[in-house]
Structure formats: C-alpha cells, structure tokens
C-alpha cells in the first residue's frame, strides 16, 4: 500500500469531502465510503453491504482498501473524520479509487449517482492530472479567469457610480430610464433593445440651425418661459464639448419644438 494522506476539504458544487491522496499511487486520488455514502445520502452500512456483496468485482489495491485494522485507521481519527468509537465498531473502513468508485456506481445503478460521479471526475480525480499535464495552460486559465473577476469588479463598481449619478441630477422618469438603460449596455457591452417611448428628440443646436439662431439664444427663450418641463421634453446626460465630464442637457420634444418656434415668432426676433 502506498503511503496514504488525508488533506483539506474538498467542494466540488454542492458536495464537499476530505481529499486523499497516495493509497492506489502516487498523486492517485481516492475518497472515503463513508463520504460518498453522505454525497449520495446513503446510510454508510447500506453502501458498505454493496460493496461486501460484490466484493469478488473489487480488486485490492486498484479498486478498493480496507484500512480498519491499518495504522491508516489513525489518520481518519486526527483529520476528525471518525472517532475513536467509531472505528472501533466499524467492520470496514473502505477507500475507493476512481476506478472503484465507477464499479460501486454500475451497482447503485442510480442516474444521480452517475452525475455525481461526473462532477467529481471533472473537479476532483483528474484535477492533479489536469495540473501535472499542462501546468502552462492551466496557468494561463487561472489568469484569464482572474482577469475576467477583476473587469466584472470593475464594471460592478461602474454601474454603481453611473446609477448614483442618476440621483444626482434632475431627470425626467423616462430620462433616468434611458440613461439607466444606457449605462447597462455600456458596462455589460450587450445592446438593449428595449427603449422607452419618448418620440423624437431636439437638441438646442437643432433648433437653433431650423430657426437660424444660437443654441445660447434658444437657452435663453426656453429659460425665460419656463418650458423646460416634461411636458416640453426632458433633461439627459450627454458629453461635454469640452471634456469627458457629462453634464445635463435639455432635450426638446415636438411639443417643445413648437413652443419654441412660438415664443421666436412672437418676438420676430431670431438674433
């Protein structure tokens, strides 16, 4: 028998387990019966007798160890994993390799059994052997995969601020809306198709270029009015012409584009 030892828990899903290792080899995993009796919610002497009825199909030291009457016994008792009383009144104590996992599972004859049999050949037998074969390439995954955590955190982060920014200005319902929309495709990098209906939509530059005035002149008129209401348009966030920083722009509807035009040509006044 190879030199056995008992590590850390193991979770792997929704299952967790001590990790042993060296009894069928070296770096060879293999599990406790008792803990694969708890994974698959089995009574421990149920799993026992299964193996006890099939034991001619088991082969020592490739399937299957017994270690009750070994010193291994000991290191059951210090992982906490058995007391003392407990090994004593135990007639086995088995240990399976994957190997002799695979054969308990043809016996238990149980599709859950055979798909938790796939999670821990996937997450926990080969998981040395992924390791020892291409350590380059694992590598490389553990840095993309930490990469990866590192720009979601940052988006995260992102979307907090923009969201707060939100609270932060005077906008329209629909504004917040399309500004919160907005904001999602910009940190997530999916478009959004969903856009809530607002009509179309002028900027004081394009009134100012129908009527053949300044964006500063229709400022001034929409101010003095006091049309710069919902019922007018709405205020949203765009970029600022002279720097990154967005700041809050009236956004004319049709509405407002008439009124507008009203209050220029009651003034005959365009300059």
Known sequence: MNKLAVGNIVRVDDMKFHEIEGGFGKNKKAM??????EIHGRPLFKINQLINDNRKHFIDGKDILDI???PLAILLKDSGIYTQNAINASTNIYILSERGYAKLLKIMDDDLAWEKYDQLVDGYFQMRQVIKESPDSLKLQIQQERAHAMLLNAKTRQFKLL???????????????????TSLEEVTGQKIDYRPECGKLY??????????????????????AGIKTDKYGMTVLSK???????VDTFMYNECGRAKIKELFWEVGDRK
């Open 32 to 37: 406790l019966v008792k803990e694969i009796a």
């Open 68 to 70: 009750k009457d070994s």
């Open 163 to 181: 969201m707060k920014t939100i609270k932060d200005k005077h906008l329209s319902a629909i504004a917040a809306d399309v500004f919160g929309i």
């Open 203 to 224: 900027s004081a530059q394009d009134l100012a270029t129908e009527i053949g005035t300044s964006r500063n002149m229709i400022g001034r008129k929409a101010n003095a």
């Open 240 to 246: 600022s012409e002279h720097g990154p920083k967005q």
